[in-house]
């Protein structure tokens, strides 16, 4: 048996040597310590020998086994390393080369416009709330003081989602309903809610199907249209600059009486006209006016005792007159080279 195993270790050490690719480690392996390999076939006729000769033979087997596993063990490293430093000599990196700029992105221009009114809102005490695009015609309109069949319907046509009653929202207005029911007529009201509408309108420079308005309101007591013209002035300094100044004009809405639109200075010629404000020296960036009081008696909110403000601004419109875009589809085609040039604009 000795001798046997002998021959078997010899054999292998001479199999060894021509060893050279993982594929023949595998085939050497199952050749001598695999489940049929030389080692194994020794033990073929255990069954017939007694007792101690067995307990010997297994001991003789098993040290050949293990001195088989250490000679392929060692070779098997052997290779590996091999292959390895080849690969690294291959692969050698030229640390000189310039590196390849990763793009990074840059903040859609119109939510940075949007973070600039909540911040400003927000340090007024406004609370920033949410509401869904698809919304229902009771909140869209009826509840706004808009009934059915009423023609300022028209100028706010929008898409239908399920016979007239749920619909893409046309203005960010609804929220003001929701938003006085949730807090049940109780306590007073200070939210503006930013967010996408839709209306059918053919796409051109300055009409897009979405678009996205800042709707505000405020509910109190004693509340005056000064209020609304001091809350329009601190708003317009902070996000067109400290010498601008504010302007109403009368204006209708079906949600507020009086209505008015906003107006501001024009930040381009400061008054004295230009083409950005068509030589007027004015420049309308929304809509406001003293929340009527069908729509406080309706959301909840007893016209008696409460009175208040709401307002509109387009964000697009802001957006554009402050980066000087001249067409509005810019915000909503995917050219990444226009937010990133917005970026750089900042950045001066
Ligand atoms: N929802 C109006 C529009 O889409 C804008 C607006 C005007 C909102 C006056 C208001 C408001 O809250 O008081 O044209």
């Not at 949007?114 to 400003?120: A, H, I, L, Q, Y």
């Not at 067109?240 to 302007?247: I, L």
């Not at 020296?281 to 009175?307: E, F, Q, R």
């Amino acid at each position: 048996m000795k001798e046997k195993v002998e021959g078997i270790i010899n054999d292998l050490k001479k199999d060894i040597e021509s060893v050279k690719t993982p594929q023949d480690i595998v085939d050497i392996k199952a050749k001598y310590i695999g489940k049929t390999g030389s080692i194994n076939e020794l033990m073929k006729n255990m069954k017939d020998l007694s007792p101690e000769e067995r307990k010997e033979v297994g001991q003789i087997v098993n040290v050949a086994k293990n001195e088989a596993t250490e000679i392929i063990g060692k070779k098997e490293e052997d290779i590996n390393n091999q292959i390895l430093n080849e690969k690294l000599n291959k692969e050698s990196i030229d640390i000189t080369l310039p590196a390849t700029s990763i793009p990074t992105g840059a903040p859609n221009i119109l939510e940075k416009v949007v973070e600039d009114f909540e911040e400003v809102f927000m340090s007024m005490g406004y609370d920033v709330y949410d509401g869904p695009e698809v919304e229902e015609d009771r909140f869209n309109f009826e509840l706004l003081n808009i009934p059915k069949g009423h023609p300022a319907r028209d100028a706010q046509d929008t898409f239908y989602i399920k016979d007239d009653e749920i619909l893409l929202r046309s203005q960010t207005s609804p929220v003001q309903a929701r938003v006085m029911l949730e807090l049940g007529g109780k306590e007073p009201v200070r939210m503006i809610c930013p967010g996408k509408t839709y209306r059918r309108d053919d796409d051109d420079a300055t009409h897009s199907h979405q678009f996205m308005q800042i709707e505000g309101l405020l509910v109190d007591h004693d509340i005056s249209l000064s209020d609304l013209k001091g809350t329009f002035d601190v708003i317009a300094k902070k996000l067109f600059g400290s010498d601008t100044e504010t302007r109403f004009r009368p204006s209708y809405y079906q949600f507020t009486e009086p209505s008015v639109e906003m107006d501001i200075s024009c930040f381009n010629c400061k008054g004295k006209g230009c083409n950005i404000c068509k030589n007027t020296g004015w420049i309308t960036i929304g809509g406001a006016g003293m929340v009527h009081p069908n729509v406080l008696n309706m959301c909840g909110y007893d016209a008696s005792k409460w009175n208040g403000f709401a307002f509109g601004f387009g964000a697009e419109r802001c957006a554009m007159l402050k980066y000087n875009i001249n067409d509005i589809r810019t915000f909503y085609n995917t050219d990444l080279r226009e937010s990133s040039m917005f970026d750089r604009r900042e950045e001066e």
